[in-house]
């Protein structure tokens, strides 16, 4: 009997242990379940965030389209059309002609807005 006794002690002990982890989960859980709820309220926060992002670069993208198309129509204004793919502005003196001309106020305002390079006798920006 000796050895049936031990068997029956390690079994209430297993079933002591077991009650004591019981106990302990069950007082754990309304916390968890506190978490979890505390836990699924930032997730939608979240993704009401994400999604007013994902809107707002939406639009951003739309507005960059939008001004590329804008300035792409001014800069056609003010340069003038392209004549079959040449880049040549319309005022910009020709290659045959001789000696180099003064270019109007018109193209060289044209020049500094596009090309963002000083002209002769410009003040350098500080």
Known sequence: MDSEEKAVT???QQLMLWVE?????LVSLPT???ELEQLKGEAGRFYERLSKLERENHELRRNRDDLAERFGKLKELIVGPRDEGTQKVADAP??????TPEPSALHASKVRLFSGL???GDKPHN
């Open 10 to 12: 390690e079994i209430q």
């Open 21 to 25: 982890q019981t106990k302990r989960l």
């Open 32 to 34: 968890c379940l506190s």
């Open 94 to 99: 020709s290659a045959v002609s001789t000696g």
């Open 118 to 120: 000083r002209q002769p």
